[in-house]
């Protein structure tokens, strides 16, 4: 008869699958990356290095339910950050966006990567992507009362909204890649936000008659 492992660490967490996903990002604000194992991740909730596969097949699966959280923590801070503004002014608006949507890159840089990196780029992983979904419609709803308010020009090709995405998320990579650092350019990172979102708005404002 095979005998137990006496090294073998007893499941007993309430919540394994949440406490799994809570160690990861734990070690990803720590170390910003994520190269840990389950195993390590085991080690360090005190189960046995086999508990983790009961709620994630592999490290892949586990980065997904991490990315839809972050995602979803993108959402509730553009949510909130956007009602803490005038909702009838629309590029008032696009501006709170803009300023959570960096803001968020900038405090959580590893998470931010993640979200967008390879190892998630074709992740149809349904909650997954209606987390990453939601995030985006926030910015896309504030382009597009923009244009129906007629503050910003008609968006004939439909590229507004793809424009202010692109533009804050370079800005956010920028930053925390260190390519914008504020003793350069003279100001805080969400000034700076500020400043580009004011720039995107007056690019695609409509012309006054």
């Not at 990356?33 to 097949?57: D, I, M, Q």
């Not at 608006?93 to 990567?113: L, S």
């Not at 997954?128 to 985006?136: C, E, K, M």
């Amino acid at each position: 008869m095979t005998q137990a492992d006496p090294t073998a660490r007893p499941y007993h967490h309430g919540d394994l699958r949440l406490a799994l996903i809570e160690a990861a990002e734990d070690w990803m604000r720590a170390r910003s990356s994520w190269g840990f194992t389950l195993r390590e991740l085991a080690r360090e909730l005190g189960v046995s290095h086999n508990a983790p596969y009961k709620h994630f097949p592999d490290k892949t699966a586990l980065l997904v339910g991490v990315g839809e959280r972050a995602f979803r923590r993108l959402g509730e801070r553009l949510t909130t950050t956007m009602s803490a503004v005038d909702p009838d002014d629309s590029l008032a608006m696009i501006e709170a966006a803009a300023v959570a949507y960096v803001g968020f890159a900038v405090d959580e840089p590893a998470a931010f990567r993640l979200m967008f990196g390879e190892e998630l780029a074709n992740c149809t992983q349904p909650d997954f992507r209606q987390a990453a979904d939601t995030a985006y419609a926030a910015i896309t709803e504030a382009v597009t009362r923009g244009v129906s308010e007629g503050e910003l020009r008609a968006d004939v090709s439909a590229t507004h909204a793809a424009t202010a995405w692109a533009l804050v998320h370079g800005l956010g990579f920028l930053l925390i890649d260190g390519r914008l650092q504020p003793d350069k350019v003279g100001t805080t990172p969400e000034a700076l936000t500020r400043i580009v979102a004011r720039t995107l708005i007056e690019g695609l404002r409509a012309t006054r008659h």
